[in-house]
């Protein structure tokens, strides 16, 4: 795939990324930043080197308490608005028709932005699935009013998607779920697939292995992965991505440092050939490295989400 140098209407210049195309006709680049677990403190510097190497989608929560410091950073560099597309998340505490209103507020007034370019549901609420539902009709309500400009769920499984798809108007754009070579979730990107809905994959170089410190080994280390990146002249994780990427999903790695921010979008001049993909597929472990789904309640995750 060749990438070329981006020039902007400032400063910023960085590579360019491809874009995907959701299903209701709004577009994203391939690959965003993620900033699970950058604490708010360092969020403000990881954006701007992202947005200064290139990178023009952010992909935050109202949970992950750093809203402020991406707006903040996107507000600062030398960008139209339009240029940047800004993803965020509706925590469980705020689900319910009313109450996922004022969370868009609460989270639009943080980020600093009139328009989400794309608000999703961070989790399904199983055992209280009429509020996820009343939550994603709150979400509908504001795809209506211009609020957002497109709408989606996360960390969703089949019987969410299916009991969703059931119940609502608005076939969701995305679904954020975790998906690296340990994890891949093959059943749920399928479901998704025919449906039109795009996978994001969340942790897509493994990452959250290595935060658990559960005795898994690292993606990063793989043998496999790491002598398929010797092959190309590239990282284990400029790999992942590139797995990722090229069997069609979107993803958002997360760092603080400047040079793997780089390095993690300097991803569009090489390919990984059919082999090569089917050798990482066949790493899957089918051991989760985030919470189970099923088991999201709010006596567990419940938080309060402030209002500034
Ligand atoms: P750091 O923020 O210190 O760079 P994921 O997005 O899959 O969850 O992965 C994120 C984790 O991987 C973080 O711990 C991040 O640490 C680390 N990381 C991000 N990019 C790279 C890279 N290119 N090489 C090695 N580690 C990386």
Known sequence: MPWQRLATRGTVVGMTVPTLTLNNGVTLPALGLGVFQTPPQ??????????????????????????????????????????V?????????????????????????????????????????????????GAYRALEELLADGKVRAIGVSNFMVEHLTQLLDRTDVVPAVNQIEVHPFFQ?????????EHGILTQAWSPIGGITHYRDSGHASALTDPTIVGIGEAHGKSAAQVMLRWGLQQGRQVIPKSTKPERIAQNIDVFDFELTADELAAIDALETGQRGGPAPEQVTLEAFGRDIPEA
């Open 42 to 83: 360092e969020t403000r510097d990881a954006v701007t080197a992202a947005l200064a190497a290139g990178y023009r989608h952010i992909d935050t929560a109202a949970a992950y308490g750093n809203e402020r410091e991406v707006g903040e950073a996107i507000a600062a560099a030398d960008l139209d608005r339009a240029e």
């Open 85 to 133: 597309f800004v993803e965020t998340k509706i925590w469980i505490s705020d689900f319910g028709h009313e109450e996922t209103l004022h969370s868009f507020d609460k989270s639009a007034g943080k980020l600093g932005v009139d328009q989400i370019d794309l608000l999703i549901l961070h989790q399904a609420l199983p055992s209280e699935f009429e509020k996820t539902l």
């Open 185 to 193: 979730q093959r059943e749920v990107q399928d479901v998704g697939r």
